[in-house]
């Protein structure tokens, strides 16, 4: 089964500070994302990777940047937190291709005060 | 625009069938997927559709017409822990993911 890791379930932090989530996945895949979702929202795309130190601007990037130095680990970063980006963050990876489903984290739940 | 339209909540009886609806308005279309998410759990993936017609999985079957931009998932013989919320995603064009808000399914005994 593919296995994708959140670094952590609940995080607090405050405004101002630079936040890092990490995730991980044992699959090999070459495609990773990041996502917010906010209730009565659909999943919202930050950032995407579909190789090693590349990346791509999802919908709501304004705040956030990744790194992505091997193949296994994508990590987001909030440069500077503020309270609107409190939210549930998702990460997931999938193989290459369309049909390929996206396999999900059990998500970090963040609250920036 | 982008738009996947789903019902907000719907409510069913233990061991009954229902059928959770998705309209989709997107540039292109790539497939579709569903998901389910149980409350503060990871989505896990349940169908893939690209073609039109019915894809059956068990207790859960899914359909899809192109032209209409519609697709339902079907749960039959409805069990408790079918009570989450079921995520409608279609893949745009630019092989992005749209996702919808989420239909939540509660399940009465």
């Known amino acids: 089964d593919v296995k994708v890791t959140q670094s952590s379930r609940y995080l607090v932090k405050r405004t101002g500070e630079k936040v890092f989530l990490e995730c991980v996945q044992d699959m090999d895949h070459e495609n990773m994302f990041w996502y917010r979702q906010d209730p009565g929202l659909g999943l919202r795309l930050i950032y995407f990777s579909y190789d090693v130190k590349m990346k791509e601007k999802g919908d709501i990037p304004e705040g956030y940047s990744v790194s992505r130095e091997k193949k296994e680990r994508f990590s987001l970063i909030l440069e500077s937190a503020s309270t609107n980006q409190t939210s549930m963050y998702l990460c997931a990876s999938s193989l290459a291709g369309e049909s390929q489903p996206q396999h999900f984290g059990d998500g970090t739940r963040l609250s920036i005060l | 625009g982008q738009n996947i339209d789903q019902p907000t909540e719907m409510t069913a009886t233990e061991g009954a069938i229902v059928q959770i609806n998705c309209t989709y308005q997107?540039?292109?279309?790539?497939?579709l997927f569903w998901y389910q998410q149980h409350a503060g759990e990871a989505p896990t993936f349940l169908s893939y559709n690209v073609l039109d017609g019915l894809e059956e999985k068990g207790r859960f079957s899914s359909f899809l017409s192109r032209s209409k931009g519609y697709s339902y998932l079907l749960l039959k013989e409805l069990q408790m822990k079918d009570s989450a919320s079921y995520l409608c995603?279609?893949?745009?064009?630019?092989?992005?993911?749209?996702w919808g808000a989420g239909t939540k399914l509660i399940i009465k005994p």
């Open positions: 995603a279609v893949m745009d064009s630019n092989y992005q993911l749209i």
């Open positions: 997107t540039s292109g279309f790539n497939g």
